[in-house]
């Protein structure tokens, strides 16, 4: 059985005057700083750049260790849009090349065991179908032929079956009893009839009606037969990818599930079990039973064990998912990560079956470990970290293993955008790949500092990094942009931020931080913001714009913040609370945590766990830590800047925030992203715009210089 498997994974004009001017300002001032700086061959990091930055994920190494196939992700400046190819090279470095090419997205590639086919998701045939390539020849032929797209799959341990996760379309809910249109005649769209708690979602929209079920087909090609039933989905919660393992003998699937929930009712509220499937009649055998999460089953290579995630619920913001092993049978379980405080996620068994890989976050950085049989985690063995690479600050990594242990990663360090690296245990990690080098050739990018500081509120050490500008004179005096993360519970670390150096490239000091809250620095800090969000991460953020202050190159009358997500919750808790920054920016924010959960895709989520219960049990806890409860202190200069599709904090949200400020005489303005999600990266030109609608903003209020 082959090793090489599954990758790891918030006093003004008149009206109409004032929407006149934010729409003038607003275009000029998007397009004007890309047009000045056409001209330019070298220098600085300019907004067209987010055409130009490639990213590497999910890098499969063949069975015996000599290649790679990784997807590199690029944006298209003609058509607006972003597509993924898949590029192979081989584990010394050489013979890098394209596998595929063209206007289209192809993903998840999965090595067959002995390594003579490639099998990947691809919509060049049309719709999203799985595509099997023979590696000797080139040929590709099309696995599947279904009307949902396949989600998740896996190759069977002989290569003649794939295992796939798809979508069973049920008929949605409809108005009983309406009249049949005349023949012609051309009638509205019919009315949407909604009975599900999470009926639409970020990223996807509107949910379709149905189940998640896993199905089997040939790896040659033919008819897909359906494994699994009910009214439940399986091998995950039905939103994003599946999940699930083959026996060693091909006879049975191991995957999780909700055995008590329906639909998407459950999707976040975290108790599933792992169950064992018969290939050949969909027979299933539950494996675990407690209240929480167990999930990501993997068999080992003899059929022994089932190693898994899982955790007891205490219905807290944060819990560490633990690393546990069990016997094929569901005795015997146990953690091997017990002695480790930190979340570990993305396990694959070791060759010989006496450990497991697995990623953590640690500090701000994302490490790849060898955890044993025996090990409760206190021994684990680090075998690298920066694994990661997605653009940006936060974590992201992906990885796969082959049959001599050897490994493939994508690999990111404060300088290093994204690429692929190889390893093995016990040697140093190399990096294969330079698909960024031509860009990063001319252009020079800020330094990046790490810092450690005490929070005002109660001397705990807080971890952050500063950008200074490319050209940095220590002996002037720079603006700063305090820059927030969202979650909360999620980290920044050391691995490079494409957002941030465009920042630094304008002249700015940037600083990110990890306040309380913020993952990687073990339980007990993350929970800090338990049931107290926002709240004292206040004080870490703003002790962390004092200690780089007292360093003596940032000017303190030009002081900026903005945050997205989580990150734009607390940069509107911060302009609330004082009033030293000069001007503000909000990225698709919570304002009115009582209007989210009852709006938010979320929602199931918040009340669970972010929140003691329901918001009309617990009004006055759900408003004290309300943004509405501070706008009235605000008298910061802040814009809000939200796509108009973003279901995880709905545009209602932003308008809120907006409409208080104006109505206290606040300067404002509320930037909307037709067409975005949340994040407002599905159109790089609008990235773009996302980026200097925040910049324009913190220029429009500048101090000015004598």
């Keep these: 059985m082959t090793a090489a498997r599954r990758s790891t994974r918030f006093s003004a004009p008149s009206l109409a005057a004032a929407a006149l001017f934010c729409l003038a300002t607003a275009l000029l001032c998007l397009a004007a700083p890309v047009a000045a700086q056409a001209g330019a061959e070298s220098g600085p990091l300019r907004m067209e750049d987010i055409f130009e930055v490639e990213i590497a994920g999910d890098p499969q190494i063949s069975p015996d260790g000599g290649r790679i196939v990784y997807v590199r992700q690029r944006a298209d400046i003609m058509t607006d849009s972003r597509f993924s190819s898949l590029w192979i090279v081989n584990a010394d470095g050489s013979g890098h090349r394209p596998l595929t090419t063209g206007d289209f997205n192809d993903s998840s590639p999965r090595w067959s065991p002995d390594g003579t086919r490639l099998a990947f998701i691809s919509n060049r045939s049309g719709d999203a179908q799985i595509h099997v390539r023979w590696m000797d020849s080139g040929e590709t032929s099309v696995v599947t032929s279904v009307t949902e797209p396949p989600r998740s799959f896996e190759w069977s341990p002989d290569g003649t079956r794939i295992a796939f996760g798809k979508l069973v379309p049920e008929p949605a809910p409809m108005i009983g009893g309406m009249p049949t249109p005349p023949e012609g005649a051309e009638w509205a769209e019919p009315a949407q009839v909604v009975e599900r708690l999470v009926y ?122 633990r690393l546990y092993v069990m016997n094929r049978d569901g005795s015997d379980a146990r953690s091997l990560s017990e002695g480790l405080d930190r979340e570990v996620y993305g396990a694959t068994w070791a060759p010989d079956g006496s450990g497991l890989y697995a990623l953590y976050d640690d500090e701000g950085m994302t490490k790849l470990a060898l955890f044993g ?25 992906t990885y796969s293993v082959a049959d001599d242990g050897s490994f493939a990663m994508n690999y990111t360090t404060l300088a290093v955008l994204s690429e692929v690296a190889t390893g093995r245990p016990g040697s140093d990690v190399r990096v294969l790949t330079g698909i960024n080098d031509d860009l990063m050739a001319k252009r020079e990018i800020g330094e990046v500092e790490e810092i450690w500081y005490e929070s005002s509120h109660d001397g705990r050490p807080i971890h952050g990094w500063i950008i200074k500008p490319p050209g940095f004179d220590p002996s002037r005096e720079y603006p700063l942009i305090l820059e927030i993360h969202g979650g909360p519970f999620s980290n920044y670390g050391a691995r490079f931020d494409l957002e941030k150096q465009l920042m630094a490239a304008q002249g700015y000091v940037v600083l990110y931080t990890n306040p309380r809250g913020s993952t990687s620095y073990g339980e007990e800090f993350g929970n800090l913001i338990h049931h107290a969000y ?23 009358e030009q002081l900026y913040v903005v945050g ?36 938010a895709d979320m929602a199931a989520y918040g009340v669970n766990y972010w929140f003691p219960g329901y918001p009309w049990d617990h009004v006055e806890h759900y408003e004290s830590r309300s943004l509405l409860s501070v706008v009235e202190n605000v008298t910061t200069p802040t814009r809000i800047v939200t796509g108009e599709e973003d279901w995880r904090t709905p545009m209602s949200e932003s308008e809120q925030y907006f409409k208080a400020l104006k109505l206290l005489g606040v300067e404002t303005s509320l930037v909307r992203f037709p067409d975005e999600p949340h994040g407002i990266r599905r159109r790089p030109s609008h990235h773009i715009g996302k980026m200097l609608s925040t910049l324009e903003w913190f220029r429009r209020y500048a101090a000015t210089t004598s």
């Design 200 to 321: 639409r979602f970020d990223q996807l929209g509107d949910l379709p009606h149905g189940f998640v079920h896993v199905f089997v087909v040939p790896s040659e090609g033919g008819t897909a037969r359906q494994i699994t039933s009910g009214d439940n989905h399986w091998a995950g919660n039905g939103i994003g990818g599946t999940h699930f393992s083959w026996t060693p003998d091909g006879t049975g699937l191991v995957m999780s599930r909700d055995p008590r929930g329906g639909d998407t009712e459950s999707v976040f509220v975290a108790d599933t079990e792992v169950f064992e499937v018969s290939v050949a009649d969909g027979t299933a055998t539950q494996l675990t039973d407690r209240r929480g999460p167990d999930d990501g089953p993997i068999v080992s290579p003899d059929g022994r064990h089932i190693a898994y995630f899982g955790m007891d619920d205490r219905f807290q913001g944060y819990q560490l998912t």
């Design 373 to 397: 049989l025996d090990d409760d985690g206190s021994g684990h063995r680090v075998l690298t970290a920066n694994v990661g690479g997605v653009g940006r600050a936060y974590a992201g990594a």
């Design 534 to 556: 926002p709240g004292d991460d206040f004080h870490d953020l703003v002790s962390g714009v004092d200690a780089v202050i007292d360093r003596g190159y940032v000017d303190p």
């Design 564 to 599: 997205g997500s989580g990150g734009g919750v607390l940069t509107a808790w911060l302009v609330g609370r004082t009033d030293r920054f000069r001007a503000a920016v909000s990225w698709y924010p919570v304002i009115n945590w009582y209007s989210f959960v009852l709006t």
